[in-house]
C-alpha cells in the first residue's frame, strides 16, 4: 500500500513547549520523507525532510526522525512559537510520487 | 538552483467550463512530474504521475478524461480540468522531481469554480 498516516489531527500546545507529529507509511521502499508547513490561504512549504540513509536530522528547532523498521517517522518542533500556528503535512515517496498524510493543524497559545 | 513554476496562481472559471494549468521546472530535467489537488480542508490528493515517454499513471478516482496530462520535455508538463463543477475546486500542486530523486514543488494554482 501506499498511505501515509499522520497523527495527531489537532494539536494545541503552550507557547515555549514543544510539539510532535507523528506519520506511519506502509511501502517500505519508502525513500524520501518531507514535511510541509501551510498557513492559511498559502501554499505548502518544505520545512525540512530527511532520507531513507539517515535517522535523524535537525535545523532552526525542527527534529525529525525516521525509524526505518517501524515504518515511522516525526516531527518535533522545539520552543514553538504563536508563529508556528499552521497545518503541518508529513509525506513518504517511493518510486512514484510523494503520499501526503491528512495534516496536523497545530495552534500554538501564547 | 532548482525551482518549479505554476501557471496561473490563481484563476477562476464557469461551471462546466475547462480551465487549463501549467508546470515549468527551472535549472533542472524533471524526469517525473506529479500532480496533486488540495481540496478546502483536506490534505494533497494525488491526482497522477507523468513520466517523459511513458504512459500517465492515474491514480484512482482521477482519469484522463477528466484530468488530460501533457508532458512533452522535461521541463515543463500542463494539466487541463475539464468540464470542471464544484468539487473540483481547490489548490493544485505539481511536484517535479529531479535525476537525484529530490521532489520540488510549485507554488500550485488556486481554482475556484463559480
Known amino acids: 500500500g501506499e498511505q501515509v498516516e499522520q497523527l495527531p489531527s489537532i494539536l494545541r500546545v503552550q507557547e515555549g513547549s514543544s510539539a510532535s507529529i507523528n506519520c506511519t507509511y506502509e511501502n517500505s521502499a519508502s525513500n524520501y520523507f518531507p514535511w510541509y508547513k501551510q498557513e492559511p490561504g498559502e501554499n505548502p512549504k518544505l520545512i525540512i525532510d530527511?532520507?531513507?540513509?539517515?535517522e535523524r536530522k535537525q535545523t532552526q528547532g525542527l527534529i525529525v526522525l525516521l525509524d526505518k523498521k517501524a515504518k515511522r517517522f516525526s516531527l518535533h518542533i522545539t520552543d514553538t512559537q504563536p508563529g508556528d500556528s499552521a497545518m503541518y503535512f508529513c509525506?513518504?515517496?517511493?518510486?512514484?510520487?510523494?503520499?501526503f498524510g491528512a495534516g496536523t493543524k497545530l495552534t500554538v497559545k501564547p | 538552483g532548482a525551482l518549479v513554476y505554476q501557471y496561473p496562481r490563481r484563476t477562476i472559471c464557469k461551471s462546466g467550463t475547462s480551465m487549463r494549468m501549467e508546470c515549468q521546472a527551472v535549472?533542472?530535467?524533471?524526469?517525473?512530474v506529479a500532480w496533486y489537488r488540495q481540496s478546502p480542508q483536506k490534505t494533497f490528493e494525488l491526482i497522477a504521475l507523468?513520466?517523459?515517454?511513458?504512459?500517465?499513471?492515474?491514480e484512482q478516482n482521477f482519469t484522463q478524461e477528466k484530468f488530460p496530462i501533457s508532458h512533452p520535455n522535461l521541463s515543463f508538463s500542463s494539466m487541463t480540468v475539464l468540464n470542471a463543477y464544484l468539487e473540483d475546486r481547490g489548490l493544485y500542486l505539481c511536484g517535479a522531481r529531479d535525476n537525484q530523486d529530490t521532489q520540488y514543488f510549485g507554488p500550485g494554482t488556486r481554482l475556484l469554480v463559480l
Open positions: 507523468s513520466t517523459v515517454n511513458s504512459a500517465i499513471k492515474y
Open positions: 535549472g533542472f530535467q524533471a524526469t517525473s
Open positions: 530527511i532520507r531513507s540513509n539517515m
Open positions: 509525506a513518504a515517496k517511493s518510486n512514484n510520487a510523494p503520499r
